[in-house]
């Protein structure tokens, strides 16, 4: 029920802010994103904004709000939080990382919130289509003949993709049951 | 000098223009690129999934060089990054260092962390040293305006970097710039975020970050924008017409890869250092550059 909530919640307003109400909360999810790698200085965050105020996606779309990501967090709005196109939006620059004054590591932190978020079955399809990719060149990209016989004709060795080992890992870290999440 | 080449996904796919003037600058100053057979991807993109794969695929190709002996050279911002990143944490993060090499067993793998990673301008900047590149310039970029690209994982996160430039106000690459006899623009937006990152995310997003960038570099009256990374060249050189369309913008900045604005101030002619793989045309600029030469 809550998820089908928050689809509509994202799809008619990417941040509504209508009031939340008790229920919607989880107040163990902020202990969930403390015991994430990246996430261990969540708590510190004082809500001063700076991150937004250094943030080049926020410059361009003033509805991705980074401080307001960490707040949602904070309080447990879990299913929203997770469930955002939001999270996916961060484009990883690190401004916010060097000058956040308390030393929160957002980069680091979103990259926890998003690790968090694929666990609960939610991933934005073209970083799902990026491992299809990396079991079948051990690349984003095919290296093919097309390729090679230009490399050569600008004096460039070849390349041989070789996925195996790429592969190897990840099947033993079982991605693709991680990307289809379990909840 | 001998250093392993790291291309990464990009490169190779993308950015061939990069690949052939990395070579061939490479060769003036006598460091030796060696490719090392089996590479694979840095990890980046997978560390938004899960982490710890994510250290396993970079693990990979950091093991490949140290079985060679050899420091690695990447030319990809992200690689750079990420490749630092993973090595740094194995080295001194016990607990993570045989929890990975569990995972590289089934690949007959080891991580001893023996090696170092560095981005090619940095080794420009540190190792071989502006003096030197000055020294090798046979064809000055007097009176050529250049706009530095940074971008972001070059800089950041500062931590991973030892401090080797500063990630606010960084002078890396304006010094290599300067070294050609060129010009190099000082403005805010050179650090700024090329947006290459979320292109697939949010393409509105990622354009409307690279025309803040190109506004700017248009207003400064630059001859070129110089990048060090595929994806700002993406952004810059790939997306700039397209860009320029969706925002009534008529940009034609042509923007090179930094290699090829070198190995053009060492004398190298347009074919030698792919300059037909760039999207907005190169002529005029190279035209300016030769001067009296043709």
């Not at chain 1, 195996?164 to 099947?171: G, I």
Request: hydrophobic residues 35%; contains cysteine; glycine residues 6%.
């Amino acid at each position: 029920m809550a998820q089908e909530k928050n689809d509509k919640k994202t799809e008619q307003n990417p941040d509504d802010m209508s009031i939340i109400t008790e229920d919607e909360l989880d107040s163990q999810f902020k202990y969930e994103i403390l015991k994430e790698p990246g996430g261990e200085n969540f708590l510190r965050c004082m809500q001063c904004g700076t991150c937004t105020a250094s943030c080049p996606v926020k410059a361009i779309d003033p509805d991705y709000n980074c401080r307001r990501i960490i707040r949602r967090a904070l309080i447990g709005d879990k299913e929203h939080v997770l469930n955002s196109k939001f999270i996916w939006m961060c484009s990883t620059c690190y401004s916010c990382y060097e000058r956040c004054p308390q030393d929160v590591k957002i980069t680091e932190l979103m990259f926890a919130l998003k690790n968090i978020a694929v666990k609960h079955g939610f991933i934005h399809p073209s970083i799902k289509a990026q491992v299809t990719l990396l079991e079948k060149f051990g690349a984003l990209s095919e290296i093919s003949e097309f390729e090679n016989r230009m490399r050569e004709k600008y004096g460039l060795p070849k390349i041989k993709q070789s996925p195996d080992r790429v592969k190897k890992v990840l099947e033993k870290e079982n991605i693709k049951e991680i990307i289809e999440g379990d909840s | 000098m001998h250093y392993a080449l790291f291309l990464g996904c990009t490169v190779p796919a993308r950015s061939l223009g990069y690949d052939i003037s990395v070579r061939k600058v490479a060769e003036d100053l006598d460091v030796n690129l060696i490719d090392v057979e089996g590479f694979s991807c840095c990890g980046f993109p997978t560390a938004s999934i899960h982490r710890e794969t994510s250290f396993a695929l970079a693990a990979i190709n950091l093991c490949l060089a140290e079985e060679k002996g050899l420091n690695i050279i990447t030319l990809c911002n992200s690689c750079t990054a990420y490749l630092t990143k993973v090595n740094m944490i194995l080295k001194n993060n016990k607990e993570m260092f045989e929890r990975i090499n569990e995972i590289l067993k089934s690949n007959d793998l080891e991580f001893r962390g023996t090696i170092d990673v560095k981005h090619i301008s940095r080794m420009l900047y540190e190792d071989i040293g502006t003096v030197r590149i000055q020294k090798t310039v046979k064809r000055s970029l007097d009176g050529i305006k250049i706009a530095p690209i940074y971008g972001c994982h070059y800089l950041k996160p500062s931590s991973i970097y030892n401090k080797f430039d500063d990630p606010e106000m960084p002078k890396s690459l304006d010094s290599l710039i300067l070294a050609t006899g060129a010009t190099s623009l000082d403005f805010p937006e050179k650090i700024l975020c090329c947006g290459g990152a979320i292109l697939a995310i949010d393409e509105n997003a990622s354009m409307g970050m690279t025309h803040i960038v190109l506004d700017s570099v248009k207003s400064l009256e630059a001859d070129a924008m110089a990048t060090i990374c595929p994806f700002c060249h993406l952004m810059y050189d790939e997306y700039q017409i397209t860009i320029g369309n969706k925002y009534g913008k008529d940009y034609n900045i042509p923007s090179l890869f930094f290699t090829q604005l070198l190995g053009l101030a060492f004398g190298h002619e347009s074919k030698e250092l792919g300059l037909k793989f760039n999207a907005v045309r190169t002529k005029a600029l190279v035209k300016k550059i030769m001067g009296g030469e043709q």
